[in-house]
C-alpha cells in the first residue's frame, strides 16, 4: 500500500521523516521535490545512524536539505501554475477561434484574433498594443 501525505500539513511532514528515520517510507509515488527530499534525507539518517555521522552534521545536512526542498517545491508549484495558466489560454483561444469562426464582421475578426494569439503565446501586452491599434483605426 502506498503512503499517502499531506506534505503542506506539518504533522504529515512530520510523520513522514520519522517514517524516513525508521527507513519504512516508500517514495516512490511522491512528487519530484518530496521524492528528492526523502530519498536524500534516507542517506542522512543512514550515515547517522551507521556511518558515524554526528548528531550536529547531520541537522545541518538536514537544514540544507530541507531549504533546497523548499525552494524546489515553490519551483514545483510555480510551474504547475504556469502550466495550469498556459492550459486555460488554450481553452481560451480554442473558444475565440469559434468565435472568429461565426464572425462576418472583420473588425471583430481582428480584435479576437488579437486575443486569441496573446493568449497562445501569453504575450498581454501584444493583445493591448494591438487592440489600441485596431482602436485607432476607427
Known amino acids: 500500500m502506498k503512503n499517502k501525505f499531506d506534505f503542506n500539513n506539518p504533522e504529515d511532514f512530520r510523520c513522514a521523516e520519522r517514517l524516513t528515520y525508521d527507513g519504512t517510507l516508500d517514495v516512490s509515488d511522491f512528487p519530484s ?3 528528492r527530499y526523502f530519498a536524500e534525507l534516507r542517506k542522512i ?8 555521522l554526528t548528531k550536529a ?3 545541518k545536512r538536514k537544514s540544507i536539505l530541507l531549504r533546497r526542498y523548499r525552494e524546489d517545491s515553490e519551483e514545483h508549484r510555480y510551474r504547475l501554475e504556469v502550466c495550469r495558466q498556459y492550459q486555460d489560454n488554450i481553452r481560451t483561444a480554442g473558444m475565440l ?4 469562426q461565426k464572425s462576418h464582421d472583420i473588425r471583430e475578426i481582428a480584435e479576437t484574433a488579437v486575443r486569441a494569439i496573446g493568449l497562445m503565446t501569453g504575450d498581454e501586452t501584444f493583445i493591448k498594443t494591438n487592440l489600441a491599434k485596431l482602436e485607432a483605426l476607427r
Open 33 to 35: 521535490p518530496e521524492y
Open 45 to 52: 539518517y543512514h550515515a547517522f545512524k551507521f556511518e558515524e
Open 57 to 59: 552534521n547531520a541537522e
Open 97 to 100: 477561434m469559434t468565435d472568429i
